[in-house]
């Protein structure tokens, strides 16, 4: 319904701004990504989501059209509300919820405060081919560009296992504990190769 507002910035802060458009002010909340973003000029533009309840109407603000994408996707997966996407969005940027869904990435969704083990398969079943689609990415690999997971797999060719079945099983390891030493991920994949 409300797609855009363009206006004077009256107060901002970490959880919300206000906007002045047309003589009308427009309490806006928003996530630390928009508010790191938005710069500390008078006249902006935000992109919008508006919320209608029963008993509200509740403006959300977004300074890319990516987290605007990334929110709406997610508040169509049961049990995550606004102030969950909100949330999450706060405590990662639209990027790393988009890689974390394509890698099926539970532990980094699962960090976001109040978000279980079974909420965060929920999302990643819910918009991993979402995500691909919209995004047109091949089947993500998870910690791509990962210097520890090269490692590991040059380590476990050397002694002898092909890389296909290697990559795989480091991919598992890496989905468990993405931070794992390149000793950690070599112990953790040789008890499942």
Not at 63 to 81: H, M, N, T
Not at 135 to 162: H, I, M, Q, R, W
């Amino acid at each position: 319904m409300i797609h855009h507002l363009t206006g004077k910035l009256i107060e901002k802060h970490p959880t919300h701004v206000v906007m002045e458009c047309a003589g009308v002010g427009y309490f806006v909340n928003i996530s630390l990504n928009t508010f790191e973003a938005l710069p500390n000029e008078e006249h902006l533009r935000i992109l919008t989501y508006l919320q209608v309840r029963e008993d509200a109407h509740i403006l959300f603000g977004f300074y890319s059209p990516a987290e605007r994408e990334i929110f709406k996707l997610l508040i169509s997966v049961s049990g995550i509300g606004t102030s969950t996407a909100r949330t999450m969005l706060s405590s990662m940027t639209p990027a790393q919820i988009r890689d974390a869904i394509a890698g099926e990435n539970v532990p980094a969704i699962q960090s976001v405060k109040g978000i279980g083990a079974k909420t965060a398969q929920r999302v990643i079943l819910d918009l991993r081919d979402k995500i691909l689609k919209v995004y047109d990415l091949d089947e993500v690999s998870p910690e791509s560009g990962n210097t520890n997971k090269e490692e590991a797999l040059s380590a476990l060719e050397v002694l002898g296992f092909a890389r296909k079945g290697a990559e795989k099983t480091v991919d598992a390891v890496l989905r468990k504990d993405p931070a794992l030493s390149v000793e950690g991920i070599i112990k953790s994949a040789l008890k499942n190769l």
